[in-house]
């Protein structure tokens, strides 16, 4: 289930908030609190920033992959909303999950394909050091 917010404030918290800024990465170790207490996107250009300050949010950064999306495509680390959401899902174990928020935009299943291997990789990792490590090998 995907629930909007109009303000940051309202956002609950306990779960994950997607930040590129964010000083450590989303890795499978981050799967209970996402579950719990959800995994939240903040709808705005991950490449002009700044981001909102999210105080007592559990604020991740996505690793390296390439947008699929028309204005970005191929660009690394510069993902839509939707793309960020579809990753982490990914990453987090939920594949089905992100196919069906893709489903809606013609790319959306060239994001997957972009990005199959370091997705791959960054699933399999355990700790946000594991996922920094596998981005080595893409970047």
């Known amino acids: 289930m995907i629930t909007t917010y109009g303000k940051t404030h309202q956002l609950p918290r306990g779960g994950v908030i997607l930040n590129p ?6 890795s499978p170790a981050d799967a209970p609190k996402a579950e719990s207490g959800g ?20 604020q991740r950064a996505l690793p390296y992959l390439l947008a699929a999306n028309p204005v970005n495509y191929g660009k690394p680390f510069v993902l839509s909303s939707v793309e960020a959401l579809a990753a982490a899902l990914v990453i987090l174990g939920h594949e ?4 069906i928020i893709l489903a809606k ?9 972009l990005n199959r291997e370091p997705l791959r990789e960054y699933e399999k990792a355990r700790t946000s050091a594991d996922v920094v490590a596998a981005q080595a090998l893409f970047v």
């Open 21 to 26: 800024e964010a000083g450590v990465a989303l």
């Open 105 to 113: 935009f013609a790319w959306g299943g060239q994001f997957l394909t």
């Open 39 to 58: 995994l939240g996107v903040i709808d705005t250009s991950w490449k002009r920033g700044p981001f909102p300050k999210l105080l007592n949010h559990r």
């Open 96 to 99: 089905e999950q992100a196919k």
